[in-house]
């Protein structure tokens, strides 16, 4: 697929999506979620990509939001679709992703920017970074998961304080808070982006992908979180990753994992 809106790069297993619309601080237009859902899905079946550092194109902007040009004239049945099918084809499958998604978060992180970010597995965002969901200004509130996954990160009452006020906080109260895991300078957000996720690919990738679903399980309506763990757990001893580290700890040598 050739995109308009995002610059990939594939370097040392790291799949780098930059989305690309600096000029309108890579606010989300449905072009660009279709092709982040096009990249996303298409690195889960390339065995080059272990992992995936997502972030915006510029100093100024993660993503600012939605392309609010788009639905303003969205009728009620437009605005269950749009919702429905940003969450499904994008947001979603990042959450759910095998493979792990960091976010680098450099400036605003706005409305579905943050609810990008939210979606992915960890956040790194530069000391200059501001984080809030802005949609009660429109008259709307966060369509792309952001009322259950600001939750499920910072609790009730904090969500219900940032979504009812629609304030933007700063990196230091983000991390103080607990939706995001850590805060740099902006020169060092994508090398520290780019440190976990190398601590992460040097792990067994059958043992992260199992860790990643069963931790979202826990997050699940209707899934028992612990019976996941226990399933995943027990599927780990038929792996070839399993027998390899076991063997690599035996012998006092660093593991070679193969992903299978």
Do not use: W
């Amino acid at each position: 697929m050739k995109y308009e809106n995002l610059l990939l790069e594939i370097k040392n297993r790291i799949l780098y999506i930059t989305i690309n619309r600096e000029s309108k601080l890579n606010a989300l237009n449905k072009a660009t979620l279709g092709e982040l859902h096009f990249a996303i899905t298409d690195s889960f079946n390339d065995r080059s990509v272990g992992g995936i550092i997502l972030t915006g194109a510029g100093p100024k902007a993660f993503v600012a939001g939605a392309d609010i040009s788009e639905f303003a004239t969205f009728n009620p049945d437009e605005g269950r679709n749009l919702a429905r099918e940003g969450q499904t084809k994008v947001f979603d499958v990042i959450h759910n992703s095998n493979k792990p998604v960091i976010a680098a978060i450099n400036g605003f992180a706005l409305g579905g920017g943050l609810e990008l970010a939210m979606a992915c597995h960890i956040r790194v965002v530069s000391d200059n970074a501001r984080l809030g969901l802005p949609e009660v200004t429109l008259g709307l509130i966060p369509g792309y998961g952001g009322t259950q996954r600001l939750t499920q990160l910072v609790g009730r009452a904090r969500a219900l304080e940032l979504i009812l006020t629609a304030d933007m906080i700063t990196a230091a109260e983000a991390l103080q808070s607990g939706l995001v895991n850590h805060v740099v300078s902006p020169e060092e957000l994508i090398i520290k982006s780019e440190e976990i996720m190398n601590k992460i690919l040097s792990r067994s990738p059958v043992a992260v992908a199992a860790a990643i679903r069963a931790v979202n399980a826990g997050l699940t309506d209707g899934e028992n979180g612990f019976e996941a763990e226990i399933n995943e757990f027990s599927n780990c001893f038929g792996t070839a990753d399993f027998h390899e580290g076991v063997t690599a700890f035996r012998e006092k040598r660093k593991p070679v994992f193969k992903g299978n």
